[in-house]
T-cell receptor, first 114, second 113 residues
Framework: DGGITQSPKYLFRKEGQNVTLSCEQN?????MYWYRQDPGQGLRLIYY???????QKGDIAEGYSVSREKKESFPLTVTSAQKNPTAFYLC?????????????FGNGTRLTVT | DQQVKQNSPSLSVQEGRISILNCDYT??????FLWYKKYPAEGPTFLIS?????DKNEDGRFTVFLNKSAKHLSLHIVPSQPGDSAVYFC????????????FGTGTRLQVTL
């Protein structure tokens, strides 16, 4: 059964620590995305990747980093430079660039930094 | 700059009636529009989409209408059911680019008995 797996579902960290959120997909999708959701706000794009070993900054990339070493995996690191890291993080994928198709989302990771 | 706007943060509708959720956009380059449904602590689930070459798309109880001249789209749910209670996001993209989706802020729909 194909899908996107995000782990863990809940994550707690102390301020000043880097933390990496996992995202794996077995849909054979080329493009992968990271979004962030805050209360009362829409989903905001952090980073996206259209192909292995390539990725671009989204609208709110500061304080985050990503890698795309494998087609199936797109981990997101929240660094200590991110001023407001507490949020709900969503990973998504879609078939490929240039095709009008929906994003498929994982079930998210809620990160709490204290 | 909010390119996709959902001006109603919440909507309450009786079971069996029609729910109408609205969305406005400002970027005339958008040519692909989607609606997602989201439950708390879960990822959004794709509901229905529409390309700018159409003005209507139906899928069961869900119909999306697109008015390009007004830069407005709406989602109609008929009949509304209690299980439809969720937050609904509209999203838009420009096909052929990275096709990143730009999301609205969401409308919380409550379907009452």
């Amino acid at each position: 059964d194909g899908g996107i797996t995000q782990s863990p579902k809940y994550l707690f960290r102390k301020e000043g620590q880097n933390v990496t959120l996992s995202c794996e997909q077995n849909l054979n999708h080329d493009a992968m995305y990271w979004y962030r959701q805050d209360p009362g706000q829409g989903l905001r794009l952090i980073y996206y990747s259209q192909i292995v070993n390539d990725f671009q900054k989204g609208d709110i990339a500061e304080g985050y980093s990503v890698s795309r070493e494998k087609k199936e995996s797109f981990p997101l690191t929240v660094t200590s430079a991110q001023k407001n890291p507490t949020a709900f993080y969503l990973c998504a994928s879609r078939i490929s660039l240039g095709v009008a198709s929906p994003l498929h989302f994982g079930n998210g990771t809620r990160l709490t930094v204290t | 700059d909010q390119q996709v706007k959902q001006n109603s943060p919440s909507l309450s509708v009786q079971e069996g009636r029609i729910s109408i959720l609205n969305c406005d956009y400002t970027n005339s380059m958008f040519d692909y529009f989607l609606w997602y449904k989201k439950y708390p602590a879960e990822g959004p689930t794709f509901l229905i989409s529409i390309s700018s070459i159409k003005d209507k798309n139906e899928d069961g109880r869900f119909t999306v209408f697109l008015n390009k001249s007004a830069k407005h789209l709406s989602l109609h749910i008929v009949p509304s059911q209690p299980g439809d209670s969720a937050v609904y996001f509209c999203a838009a993209s420009v096909t052929g680019t990275a096709s990143k989706l730009t999301f609205g802020t969401g409308t919380r729909l409550q379907v009452t008995l």
